[in-house]
């Protein structure tokens, strides 16, 4: 009987194991197909040259002459192809002197670390505990998958980071642009926010939010 167990325990941990095996060495996306829940349809691996499993974008400086003062740079399966399935990415984040990145959230889990500046980052936990620290060049902190987290340029130079995230379509929500950069009602974002109509059309003005 004990034995019986064993082998069905066995047989269920390799099952499991196995569905985590890929049967192909890559799968570069084709993106002229759309994405489905197991990601892009594959490009014949005859077509495809090194070139293909190289991307140079996160070596030029993202725009900062934004609201926020912070250039990101995705490199994703829809930026870069061979990534599709293989869940990983990164990320170049250039933040202004005073710029932020804004209070958002991954499906993921993320890994940051500092190239050059300071900055201050953090995350709040589901019992609401902020955890933060000022980090310098070299420092590297998690964000735990799902949990809203932010970084601020506290230097006075800029700042430059590298993120890597364990998907190849990590997703990217902010409060901001989710309350205000869409057609939710004004007086639920009142309702929602507690603040005044006059704040809430303020916002959605520099968010584009309409309604």
């Known amino acids: 009987m004990e034995l019986t167990k064993m082998f069905l325990f066995l047989s269920f941990f390799a099952s499991i194991s196995s569905a985590h095996t890929n049967i192909v060495d890559f799968c570069v996306a084709d993106l002229n197909y759309p994405v489905g829940p197991a990601g892009y349809p594959c490009k014949n691996p005859a077509n495809l040259t090194v070139d293909d499993f190289v991307y140079s974008g996160l070596g030029v400086s993202g725009n900062t002459s934004n609201v926020f003062g912070v250039g990101v740079t995705f490199a994703i399966d829809l930026t870069f192809p061979a990534l599709n399935g293989l869940d990983i990415s990164m990320t170049r984040l250039d933040i202004g002197v005073g710029g932020v990145v804004p209070m958002h959230s991954h499906r993921v889990s993320e890994l940051i670390i500092v190239i050059q500046g300071r900055i201050i980052a953090g995350f709040i936990s589901s ?7 000022t980090l310098k060049k070299g420092d590297i902190m998690i964000f735990p998958q799902s949990l809203l987290h932010f970084q601020v340029n506290v230097g006075k130079t800029p700042a430059l980071a590298f993120v890597s995230l364990n998907s190849a379509r990590p ?4 409060t901001s642009t989710s309350l205000f950069g869409n057609d939710l009602p004004t007086n ?7 603040l005044d109509a006059e704040q809430v059309k303020k916002l959605k003005s520099i968010f584009g939010g309409t309604n």
């Open 188 to 194: 639920l974002i009142e309702k929602l926010t507690l």
């Open 171 to 174: 997703n990217f929500q902010t």
């Open 127 to 133: 019992d609401t505990k902020v955890y933060y620290k």
